[in-house]
C-alpha cells in the first residue's frame, strides 16, 4: 500500500518560516493536498491540487510538489497555526492516503 | 452552507456490529465522491472508504470485507455499515466530501482533485467489554 512519510514535529519562532516536508513514492504523479487540525476539531484543508489555497485560506500558506516530495510552507506563522498538519495523496486509481501527521509548535 | 453530520457512534462490544450515518446539506450526496476517515485516540487520520459518484466503493485494507459504504440519495445520507468490529476500531470517524472534477475531452475523462473540503464534526466508536 503507499505510504507518505512526514516528520513528527516542527517548531517555528513567531512571524518565521516553517516547512513540512511529506515524502512518497513518485508523489509529482498524483494531487496532494495538505490539511489542519487543531485539538478536539476537525481537519480544514489548506492546501489542495499541490499549491493552491481554498478560499479564506491565509497567503502565508503555501505548497509545492516536486518527484517524491511535497512541502506545505507557513511563512510568518502565527500563533493561531499551531496545529496538526498531514498531507493527503490522491489519484484517480486509489483513493486518500494521509500522511503519518507532523505537529508544528509555534513558540 | 455546505453542512456534513454524523451520528451512530457508541459503545460496542468486540465483534459487535454498528451503523453510522453522515447527513448531508447545501449539496448532493450522490453527485460527490465521498469518503470516511478515522482517527484514533492520539493517532494521525486514517483514510478507510470511498464511494464513487456512480456507486461504486473502494476500502482501505483495514476495514475491506467489514465495513461497507453506502448512500441513500432520498435522504441525502451516508451510511458507514461496521461488523466483527475489533479494539483497534475504536476512533473518532469523520465523513468528507471528495471534491472531484472530471472533465472529458473526446473519450479521454481527466480527473482534478480538489481535496476533502467539507468535514463533518466527527462521531465516537469505542469497542470495548
Known amino acids: 500500500s503507499y505510504e507518505l512519510t512526514q516528520p513528527p514535529s516542527l517548531s517555528v519562532s513567531p512571524g518565521q518560516t516553517v516547512s513540512i516536508a511529506c515524502s512518497g513514492d513518485?508523489?509529482?504523479?498524483?494531487?496532494v493536498c495538505w490539511y489542519q487540525q487543531k485539538p478536539g476539531q476537525s481537519p480544514v484543508m489548506v492546501i489542495y491540487?499541490?499549491?493552491k489555497r481554498p478560499s479564506g485560506i491565509p497567503e502565508r500558506f503555501s505548497g509545492s510538489n516536486s518527484g517524491n516530495a511535497a512541502t506545505l510552507t507557513i511563512s510568518g506563522a502565527q500563533a493561531m497555526d499551531e496545529a496538526d498538519y498531514y498531507c493527503?495523496?490522491?489519484?484517480?486509481?486509489?483513493?486518500?492516503?494521509f500522511g503519518t501527521g507532523t505537529k508544528v509548535t509555534v513558540l | 452552507e455546505m453542512q456534513l453530520v454524523e451520528s451512530g457512534g457508541k459503545l460496542v462490544e468486540p465483534g459487535g456490529s454498528l451503523r453510522l450515518s453522515c447527513a448531508a446539506s447545501g449539496f448532493t450526496v450522490s453527485s460527490n465522491y465521498m469518503s470516511w476517515v478515522r482517527q484514533a485516540p492520539g493517532r494521525g487520520l486514517e483514510w478507510i472508504s470511498l464511494i464513487y459518484r456512480g456507486g461504486g466503493t473502494y476500502y482501505a485494507d483495514s476495514v475491506k470485507a467489514r465495513f461497507t459504504v453506502s448512500r441513500d440519495d432520498s435522504k441525502n445520507t451516508l451510511y458507514l455499515q461496521m461488523s466483527r468490529l475489533r479494539a483497534e476500531d475504536t476512533a473518532v470517524y469523520f465523513c468528507?466530501?471528495?471534491?472531484?472534477?472530471?472533465?472529458?475531452?473526446?473519450?479521454?475523462?481527466?480527473?482534478?482533485?480538489?481535496?476533502?473540503?467539507?468535514w463533518g464534526q466527527g462521531t465516537t466508536v469505542t469497542v470495548s467489554s
Open positions: 493527503q495523496a490522491w489519484d484517480s486509481s486509489t483513493a486518500g492516503v
Open positions: 491540487q499541490d499549491t
Open positions: 468528507a466530501r471528495d471534491n472531484v472534477v472530471i472533465t472529458t475531452s473526446g473519450s479521454l475523462s481527466h480527473y482534478y482533485y480538489h481535496g476533502m473540503d467539507v
Open positions: 513518485n508523489l509529482d504523479n498524483k494531487f
